[in-house]
């Protein structure tokens, strides 16, 4: 009798201890990903630009989606002045946000680290490299870019 209630309080114990260490962890959304996945949408976005077809209410439409707050404002700002006044753009293939320094603060994730673009140039792909400062914002169970600047380290 002695040995199953001491069995029973270990497995009680030891479903606490897990319980506890799950919920220390907080969220185990991997912000590094989930990041990149935002970022290229947001660059697929711009790469509609060069469409003629592509107006200013579908690329709201698409950057409401990925963006909130003042980065989507200026998203759009930039958006009218570039149909207004239209310039060379080498649109994104793919990226890579790589060594990305985590950080979680309430209903925020900042992250930086080093991004690897690569374009579609005249001449083939290019490859850029840069180091930027990403905050993402959680909002109504979503995740949104919020501010986004290159960097110098």
């Known amino acids: ?9 270990v497995s009680i ?12 962890s907080g969220d185990s959304t991997d912000f590094e990903s989930l990041c ?4 290229m949408r947001r660059s697929q976005a711009w790469n509609k ?10 690329f709201h439409c698409d950057m409401n989606s990925v963006a909130s707050g003042k980065l989507l404002e200026e998203d759009l ?3 009218a002045y570039l149909k207004e006044y239209p310039t060379d753009m080498e649109p994104v293939i793919s990226l890579d946000f790589q ?3 985590i950080e979680k603060y309430g209903s925020n994730v900042l992250l930086e680290g080093e991004i690897i673009w ?4 005249q001449e083939g792909i290019e490859v850029i490299e840069g180091c930027y400062r990403v905050e993402m914002q959680k909002q109504n169970g979503s995740w949104y ?5 290159s960097i110098e380290y």
């Open 118 to 121: 690569d374009l579609e140039g």
């Open 99 to 101: 060594n990305a320094k």
């Open 36 to 39: 990149e996945e935002l970022l």
């Open 77 to 79: 700002e930039t958006f």
């Open 145 to 149: 870019l919020s501010y986004f600047q």
């Open 13 to 24: 114990s030891l479903i606490l201890i897990l319980f506890i260490s799950f919920a220390a």
């Open 1 to 9: 009798m002695r040995r199953s209630v001491l069995y029973s309080a």
């Open 49 to 58: 630009i060069l469409e003629e077809d592509y107006d200013y209410d579908a």
